[in-house]
């Protein structure tokens, strides 16, 4: 069974680039899509974006301009970064198989992690 | 702001029944499939429903969804204490090209 695990700072300054990585086990990055989501406190779901295995992505319109997820198969890992952060993207960020038939006629998350919170502040 | 809209929050008594509504468009709901999840606090969230009406494996049957135009809907019977928690729904929006969640839901067991 897949199970996903992030990891990364919890406390990230004003301006700067948040860095978070997610452990895939149980099985291989090299199939599927795969996915970050936020959840600022006290507030809903934010979908971040999905990488392809092959590398290819689609970032929340949003967000797109300071996102970027990678993915490293040999490590079975992927990545997200988010630049210029501020106060606003405080959040438990989370990391999930993201399954994508159809263009997104079908489309669902299933597993999530358990979730990191970062925090932005100085 | 979300692009689906769900109620703030529902309420029933053990045993009885919820009903959460997702509202949506053309662009959303109208032509894709959708899930929902299960958000219990201090856990990762759970997918309860795919496809509209699909139940992966280990969910229980008293969580069921369907869809009707741009609408969606998730039933939970037989209301148990620890399904307090909030219900997220979500589905792909072929306009914004990108995954989008309900507004959520608080489910409370009176």
């Known amino acids: 069974q897949v199970q996903l695990q992030e990891s990364g700072p919890g406390l990230v300054k004003p301006s700067e680039t948040l860095s978070l990585k997610c452990s895939v086990s149980g099985g291989s990055i090299s199939r599927d899509y795969w996915s970050w989501i936020r959840q600022p406190p006290g507030k809903g779901l934010e979908w971040i974006g999905y990488i392809y295995y092959s590398g290819s992505t689609n970032y929340n319109p949003s967000l797109k301009s300071r996102v970027t997820i990678s993915v490293d198969t040999s490590k079975n890992q992927f990545s997200l970064k988010l630049s210029s952060v501020t106060a606003a993207d405080t959040a438990v960020y989370s990391c999930?198989?993201?399954?994508?038939?159809?263009?997104?006629?079908?489309?669902?998350?299933?597993?999530w992690g358990q979730g990191t919170l970062v925090t932005v502040s100085s | 702001q979300s692009v689906l809209t769900e109620p703030p929050s529902v309420s029933a008594a053990p045993g009885q029944k919820v009903t959460i509504s997702c509202s949506g468009s053309s662009s959303n709901i109208g032509n894709n499939y959708v899930s929902w999840y299960q958000d219990l606090p201090g856990t990762a969230p759970t997918l309860l429903i795919y496809d509209n009406n699909k139940r992966p494996s280990g969910i229980p049957d008293r969580f069921s969804g369907s869809k009707s135009g741009t609408s969606a809907t998730l039933d939970i019977t037989g209301l148990q204490t620890g399904d307090e928690a909030d219900y997220y729904c979500g589905t792909w929006d072929s306009s914004l090209s990108a995954y989008v969640f309900g507004t959520g839901t608080k489910v409370t067991v009176l």
């Open positions: 999930a198989r993201f399954y994508y038939y159809g263009s997104g006629v079908s489309s669902w998350i299933d597993p």
